[in-house]
């Protein structure tokens, strides 16, 4: 079964830092999204790639974050400088294409710890 | 604005009881509304959804969810527990004004089964 891919599963940096996440959806899915969770709440959406464009990044915190999908297909997200409120699970999601009628697949997450 | 509110941050039952997590949202227009669930160091996988016609979902696992209008509430239930289900269980609404899929999470529940 196709899955999505997230890598490395396990991130620790110091504040200040330069960090970089990487996402491999399901193979012909055209939209991917990427998801912050704070330990102890659900996630919340950062940006959502529509192949290349991104079609809503109204929560990523522009001067620190940044997220590209050159290609349509596979994805990274970058925190550049790492900030200790940035500790948190990176989950990357994919799915055929937008809307509700299409279900969202999870990646099994990035979790970053800033120290 | 969408919001979910999840009733109780931890659930715990006895294996072989009734499960039920709430779920109450918000919404100015008819919602589309999900359950995921989330083992440990795992990405989220989708229980359950409701889009529109019948207001009882089934979904996997044995898992069941009622669309209640005039409540505003989509709980969660199972009529048996079993070990495998401890796990954390997020709500979930999409952005019906967006058209794009966007999930708005709740802050989550985890479920304990008790031996």
């Known amino acids: 079964e196709a899955e999505v891919a997230q890598s490395p599963r396990y991130k620790i940096t110091e504040k200040s830092q330069a960090v970089a996440f990487w996402c491999d959806p399901i193979?012909?899915?055209?939209?991917l999204y990427w998801y912050r969770q704070i330990l102890g709440q659900g996630p919340e959406l950062l940006v959502q790639?529509?192949?290349?464009?991104?079609?809503?990044d109204s929560q990523l915190p522009k001067d620190r974050f940044s997220a590209e999908r050159l290609k349509g297909v596979d994805s990274t997200l970058k925190i550049q400088p790492a900030e200790l409120g940035d500790s948190a699970m990176y989950l990357c999601?994919?799915?055929?294409?937008?809307?509700?009628?299409?279900?969202?697949?999870f990646g099994p997450g990035t979790r970053l710890t800033v120290t | 604005a969408q919001s979910v509110t999840q009733l109780g941050s931890h659930v715990s039952v006895s294996e072989g009881a009734l499960v039920l997590l709430r779920c109450n949202y918000s919404?100015?227009?008819?919602?589309?509304l999900f359950w995921y669930v989330q083992y440990p160091n795992q990405g989220l996988q989708l229980l359950l959804k409701?889009?529109?016609?019948?207001?009882l979902v089934k979904g996997i696992n044995g898992f069941e969810a009622e669309f209640k209008k005039s409540e505003t509430s989509f709980h969660l239930t199972k009529p048996s527990a079993h070990m495998s289900d401890a796990a954390e269980y997020f709500c979930?609404?999409?952005?019906?004004?967006?058209?794009?899929?966007?999930?708005?999470f709740g802050q989550g529940t985890t479920l304990q089964v008790k031996p």
């Open positions: 999601a994919s799915s055929l294409t937008s809307g509700q009628n299409y279900e969202q697949y």
């Open positions: 193979s012909g899915h055209a939209t």
């Open positions: 919404s100015s227009v008819p919602p589309y």
């Open positions: 790639f529509q192949d290349e464009s991104v079609v809503d």
């Open positions: 979930a609404v999409s952005a019906i004004s967006s058209n794009t899929g966007k999930l708005i």
């Open positions: 409701y889009t529109t016609g019948a207001t």
